[in-house]
């Protein structure tokens, strides 16, 4: 292969958010609908912030630092039957990566208010993209088993399936 054998991430800000437990977090962003947050970004990194004010939504990666160590079958928020991670948006990850898309509402120095936030207090933000959503959707999209579970999503919190506790 041609890549290294192990990557190093180094967060770059910290999302603040009112939710402190995993079981009373939205489980997604349409499940936090007007949740206010702001996203911290560290001193040395805000002026890559600049322009970033024109978009109306951000993509936040970041690190689920909080969850528990990874099982390539899990059994998701919305369902009762094993999936394979990958089929999945359970925190519970080989890389414990999290990408959320919230509403950007302004950006005053090198913090950023947003809005729609499904992410717990503190959380280390290891990178911001500007969701363009014509770069992102492809035609019709196929929601395999989480199709017929969609509307569930909406105001469902977590629980501690995926908590390090």
Same mark, same amino acid.
């Given at each position: ?12 800000? $910290? ?16 499940? *936090?609908?007007?949740? *206010?947050?702001? /996203? ?5 990194? *805000?002026?890559? &912030? ?7 939504? $951000?993509?936040? #990666? ?10 390539? &079958? /899990? ?6 039957? *094993? !999936?394979? $991670? ?12 999290? /990408?959320?898309?919230? !509403? #950007? $509402?302004? /950006?005053?120095?090198?913090? #950023?208010?947003?809005?729609? #936030? ?7 933000? &290891? ?33 501690? !399936?995926?908590?390090?506790?």
């Amino acid at each position: 292969m041609d890549f290294p054998s192990t990557i190093d991430l180094h967060p770059i800000g $910290v999302i603040r958010s009112p939710y402190q437990e995993p079981s009373r977090t939205p489980i997604q962003p349409v499940a *936090a609908r007007n949740t *206010a947050g702001t /996203v911290e970004v560290f001193p040395e990194f *805000a002026e890559g &912030l600049r322009d970033l004010e024109g978009f109306s939504h $951000v993509m936040l #990666l970041y690190y689920f630092h909080r969850s528990r160590k990874c099982s390539l &079958l /899990v059994t998701p928020y919305l369902d009762d039957e *094993a !999936r394979g $991670v990958f089929a999945t948006r359970a925190p519970s990850r080989p890389n414990a990566i999290g /990408v959320s898309i919230v !509403r #950007l $509402v302004s /950006v005053e120095g090198n913090t #950023l208010a947003v809005k729609d #936030l499904d992410v717990l207090d503190g959380t280390p933000l &290891l990178d911001i993209k500007p969701h363009v959503e014509g770069f992102h959707v492809h035609g019709k999209q196929r929601l395999g088993w989480l199709g017929p579970r969609m509307a569930a999503a909406r105001g469902k919190k977590g629980d501690e !399936r995926f908590s390090g506790k």
